[in-house]
């Protein structure tokens, strides 16, 4: 490429608006790590010198109303911003004068919205000579380079040109009442060609210059491409270069959110536009954020003491098992080279530093083979428990700082539990991950880091190897060197904060807390026939838990699983959909967890929209993944709706009805569907891993259901071949939906006060009387499932499944009581989910859970020692 394409190019950048830093009201400083955010780095004058992310919210920008005259190669001197103030989407005040700057957005937008269809048109143009001469005996191309250069255009194009057509006599015929949110929200809904086209952007580029510098002929058509002028303009025509137009759409998604923002500040929330443009700008912005990592690298570049260009391309927070103990570390990937840092403490007032721990340049850089990596140090992962008694009381604590902020503000008392909390969510931060990702040199170091999710894992190792397909050198850095390098970090990065909810702002979002309810339809794009499943990841306490997992579908270029699945959401903002091959050679085993190792095809994240998501319908989506798309739909529910016990209207069935009822009419101890599922789950289910905390298909539990109400007689057949996830799911259910809890709301109580008691003598005599007291069908049952569970968690080294686990899942479900009697105790906030409440109901079956086998016989027989009621 020759230097004034260069340039030129360069121009054409958009000057991203930069997301404003996120700062700390407090920092609490730990043995081995700073919390970070006390300064807000300064913008040097006159422009950024580095390229940032796109930010998510483009109107907080003041730049953006200055930006629209720039002009710059290929006529973009029309897109200019409506003249709006850069406070975020405030009320309307005015409006009439709403309608008045709702017609002068749109009016500005359409003739932007020509000019990128001229700009799309001009780069269609030589495309058909090209692909007719690509079939004679001296092709200008090949039909392979024509369709890698001009991928997805066509498309593209023609989305444009339907939405303009579409656009253009509405705003002509203008008046308030005129309806087009559904216009833009039907153009975000097609941004998976974007997506497309920039995957294929860099191989597009790369393609074009190669073709320029072999071909003479083509070289000249890319040169000079005739872009039309506007219809009202005296110019005819603009020469642009090819480079520039295919730069277009890349630039173009912003420009559409930008747009979608000023929109939404002019229209009246009850204006029926409004939902439609919020669905549309939600689409918009979960498209940027996807794709922030594969836009023009030049966002982030430092210049190293001998002139070289290095970019910034992925930062990040990751824990590092190093000598034994696990580090909170900022880890920098550059083009070149990993720098694995961490924040240094400085006195008040002072410029916050990083302090590099190592650095590995990514030609030495290898990822170990599964050979190799039974020679790495053992992770010691912490007992579930100890990550959810955290949890417990973490979410304690938010209560808490809820009830200082509405009693008295800002005091000191919330300060010390503002500092307490984030101590224990940072331990949780540091504790939590346990999937390893090893990095070795060639030349014998390894390093050890510690991931939550396999998601995080994929995205850094794709991201270096992406980068290690260049040809790369190897070298080693003067001190000023890594000083310059290391000095650059604290201005480069893009994540500012350790991801704990203290570091988050009061207005941000505390994200959502009950039930989400995903179907994972199916899946396309795949080249060739494999074994497909997918696993879906949610985000809780600052890092994510993979929730569910599809069924493999088997030999299949298309996938249709069309499962179901209910997550438990705690205060999650993102849904991430996996899409993995399933490998079944047993060589290909991780000797760190003697798992095999499937391979990833695809990842993908869309926000957790609660506007969006909090309705009674289905709303579907499209996850677009390395040029595979997988459609799912989703909905929310809050944790009240959906622990709701509702008696069951047909006393026929099993299902919402009482468990005396039940056990009478069957002339049976313990209810059939009990045994039955019990028995299934210790056949061939108490081996499986997150036994009863992975969600089973929610249709597969919805035709258990069917069957067992209706007494079927292929029950058993049924049970036999269905999955053990679902069978243990219709365990679950069946308890929640009894009309009143199995150890009775009468007792509740009772369990409440008996648990809190100190003296472990008092403690003992009240459980086992409440035990007593409970109707001989809800005692049966209850030890029934009391040794079950307790088998279950004999095989915690296979199944992960601690009796605590056990107890968080059934703990709730056996003891919270009905609508009527939780009527007066109704939770005020949704992060109270682990409130007091439910931390009780999950220790008072941990402790029957971790007390010695208790017998009905036995129990019956010391009823005559205590003959007083509760």
Not at 328 to 336: K, S
Not at 579 to 604: A, L
Not at 615 to 626: L, S
């Amino acid at each position: 490429m020759n230097e004034n394409n260069t340039q030129r190019s360069h121009d054409l950048l958009p000057s991203w608006p930069r997301a404003p830093c996120q700062t700390l009201n407090f920092n609490y400083g730990m043995e081995d790590y700073d919390a970070e955010g006390n300064e807000e780095p300064k913008a040097p004058p006159g422009g950024s010198e580095t390229m940032p992310y796109i930010d998510e919210s483009p109107t907080m920008s003041p730049q953006l109303s200055a930006r629209g005259q720039e002009g710059g190669n290929g006529g973009d001197g029309c897109e200019s911003l409506s003249p709006t103030p850069a406070d975020g989407l405030g009320t309307v005040v005015n409006a009439g004068k709403g309608v008045d700057m709702r017609r002068l957005v749109l009016k500005d937008f359409l003739a932007s919205e020509e000019m990128y269809i001229n700009q799309l048109e001009a780069l269609l143009l030589p495309m058909k000579p090209l692909k007719a001469t690509a079939t004679t005996s001296q092709p200008v191309l090949t039909i392979q380079q024509i369709e890698t250069i001009f991928y997805k255009i066509q498309d593209i194009y023609e989305i444009h040109k339907e939405f303009y057509d579409s656009l253009w006599p509405q705003v002509q015929n203008w008046d308030s009442s005129v309806v087009l949110g559904h216009l833009f929200q039907k153009l975000a809904s097609q941004l998976g060609v974007y997506k497309a086209f920039v995957d294929n952007y860099k191989i597009a580029l790369e393609t074009a210059e190669k073709c320029s510098q072999s071909n003479n002929q083509f070289q000249k058509i890319s040169e000079e491409l005739k872009v039309k002028g506007p219809k009202d303009s005296k110019e005819s025509h603009t020469s642009v270069t090819m480079e520039a137009l295919l730069y277009k759409p890349i630039n173009r998604v912003t420009r559409s959110t930008l747009v979608l923002h000023d929109l939404l500040k002019h229209t009246p929330s009850d204006h029926p536009d409004y939902p439609l443009l919020q669905d549309a700008l939600r689409i918009s912005q979960n498209f940027l954020s996807s794709i922030n990592e594969d836009i023009d690298p030049r966002r982030t570049a430092v210049t190293t003491p001998k002139g070289e260009t290095r970019q910034l391309v992925k930062d990040g927070f990751l824990v590092e098992l190093a000598e034994g103990s696990r580090k909170l570390r900022h880890v920098f990937l550059f083009t070149d080279v990993l720098l694995c840092a961490k924040l240094k403490k400085t006195g008040v007032g002072k410029h916050q530093q990083y302090d590099c721990k190592w650095y590995m340049p990514l030609a030495e850089l290898v990822f170990p083979s599964l050979e190799e990596s039974d020679s790495c140090p053992h992770v010691h992962a912490m007992p579930d428990h100890d990550l959810e008694d955290m949890k417990i009381k973490i979410s304690s604590m938010k209560s808490e700082v809820q009830k200082e902020k509405a009693n008295k503000g800002q005091s000191r008392a919330m300060e010390r539990l503002k500092k307490k909390m984030f101590d224990n969510e940072f331990w949780l931060l540091l504790n939590s991950p346990s999937i390893p990702f090893r990095i070795h040199n060639r030349n014998g170091k390894s390093y050890l880091f510690l991931l939550s999710s396999d998601y995080e894992r994929a995205e850094w190792r794709e991201a270096i190897q992406k980068l290690q397909k260049k040809d790369l050198q190897t070298f080693v850095l003067s001190s000023v060197e890594l000083q310059v390098l290391t000095g650059s970090c604290f201005k480069l990065r893009t994540v500012h904060n350790i991801p704990v909810t203290s570091n988050k702002d009061d207005d941000e979002s505390p994200g959502m807390y009950g039930f989400l309810h995903v179907i994972v339809h199916s899946a396309t794009g795949f080249k060739q026939s494999a074994n497909l499943y997918c696993t879906l990841e949610v985000d809780s306490f600052g890092y994510f838990v993979s929730k569910a997992k599809t069924r493999v579908f088997r030999d299949t270029t298309e996938p249709q699983w069309n499962e179901e699945f209910e997550i438990e959401l705690e205060g999650s903002q993102s849904l991430r959909i996996l899409c993995y091959e399933k490998c079944y050679d047993k060589s290909k085993m991780n000797k760190d967890n003697n798992e095999i190792v499937d391979k990833i095809m695809g990842k993908g994240q869309v926000q957790l929209d609660p506007q969006t998501v909090q309705t009674k319908n289905w709303h579907m989506d499209v996850i677009e993944m390395n040029g595979i798309k997988v459609e799912f739909s989703m909905k929310f529910t809050s944790r009240d709706l959906s622990l709701k016990r509702t008696p069951s209207k047909k006393q026929t069935g099993v299902f919402g009805v009482k468990i005396s009822v039940v056990t009478k009419r069957e002339r049976s101890k313990v209810p059939y569907i009990v045994r039955q599922c019990v028995e299934e789950v210790e056949k061939r289910g108490i081996d499986e891993v997150g036994i009863y905390r992975i969600s089973g298909v929610a249709t597969d539990i919805q035709a258990l259901k069917a069957a067992f109400d209706a007494n079927s007689k292929d029950i058993l057949m049924m049970l036999s071949d269905m999955d053990i996830n679902a069978i243990a799911g219709t365990l679950k259910l069946y308890f929640r939906e009894l009309p009143e809890p199995l150890l009775t709301d009468r007792l509740y109580p009772a369990f409440m006060e008996g648990i809190a008691l100190s003296d472990p003598t008092a403690k003992e005599n009240c459980m086992m009387h409440l035990l007593r007291s409970l109707p001989d069908p809800n005692l049966i049952t209850f030890l029934f499932l009391l040794e079950h569970l307790k088998r279950v968690a004999e095989k915690e080294p296979i199944n992960k499944m601690s009796l605590h686990n056990l107890a968080t899942v059934f703990g709730p479900t056996l003891l919270r009581p009905s609508e009527v009697e939780s009527k007066g105790q109704h939770l005020t906030l949704a992060s109270d989910i682990w409130s007091h409440d439910v931390m009780a109901q999950v220790q008072v079956l941990l402790y029957y859970l971790q007390h010695t086998p208790i017998s009905f016989a036995e129990l019956k027989r010391n009823a005559l020692y205590f003959s007083t009621d509760v």
